[in-house]
């Protein structure tokens, strides 16, 4: 978990830091699942929650913005998301 949260932290950091971040992808989300520990993980047990089909997913180099329609947000590691598709 703390390594989670290290990963999450350093990655807003070098977000915020570079000049007008892009999206290397952008869309609303078709399907996907949101991992609780790392698919790299040897964690023996990993349950996942669905992305919601409306959702607006940004995908950038080490992590992905999932913004929800109520307008909150959530920001994930790359490798704690699986089967991501956007249109």
Not at 20 to 27: A, R
Request: glycine share 6%.
């Amino acid at each position: 978990m703390r390594n989670t949260i290290v990963i999450i932290v350093c990655s807003l950091f070098l977000v915020g830091c570079s000049e007008s971040p892009k999206p290397l992808d952008s869309g609303t989300a078709v399907s996907g699942m949101v991992w609780k520990h790392s698919l790299r993980s040897t964690v023996s047990e990993n349950s996942a929650a669905g992305i919601p089909q409306d959702a607006r997913v940004d995908v950038y180099e080490s992590i992905i913005i999932i913004r929800l329609t109520d307008g909150s947000r959530q920001v994930v590691p790359q490798d704690f998301v699986s089967d991501l598709k956007i249109k």
